[in-house]
């Protein structure tokens, strides 16, 4: 099915990881670059990650060397593997298909001590 359902999210004190995934369809993720966004309170929805169908990645510079966008062909998912995590990582984590009006119904990230 051409929906996306995100997983994953939690409360984590700061320092600590959490792995986010995201299902759908490998029609999806073969033939478009996905991304995962994230909404902080008080702040507009921003792009963290995406990934293409060829497997390049991008990382907003806030995140880069601390997370890490991947796809597991078996599972169908696109994961996010986030290390270090800081307070200001918190937010709402939606799963996209890149410039489109695609969404997931988003995941809570907590990062408090």
């Known amino acids: 099915q051409e929906h996306l359902v995100e997983s994953g999210g939690g409360l984590v004190h700061p320092g600590g990881s959490l792995r986010l995934s995201c299902a759908a369809s490998?029609?999806?993720?073969?033939?478009?670059?996905m991304a995962w966004y994230r909404e902080a309170p008080g702040k507009e929805r921003e792009l963290v990650a995406r990934?293409?169908?060829?497997?390049?990645?991008y990382y907003t510079y806030s995140v880069e060397g601390r997370f890490t966008i991947s796809k597991d062909y078996l599972k169908n998912t696109v994961n996010l593997q986030m290390n270090s995590l800081k307070p200001e990582d918190t937010g709402v984590y939606y799963c996209?298909?890149?410039?489109?009006?695609?969404w997931g119904q988003g995941t809570q990230v907590t990062v408090s001590a």
């Open positions: 996209n298909v890149y410039g489109e009006d695609l």
């Open positions: 490998r029609r999806l993720f073969d033939t478009y670059t």
């Open positions: 990934i293409t169908a060829f497997g390049g990645t």
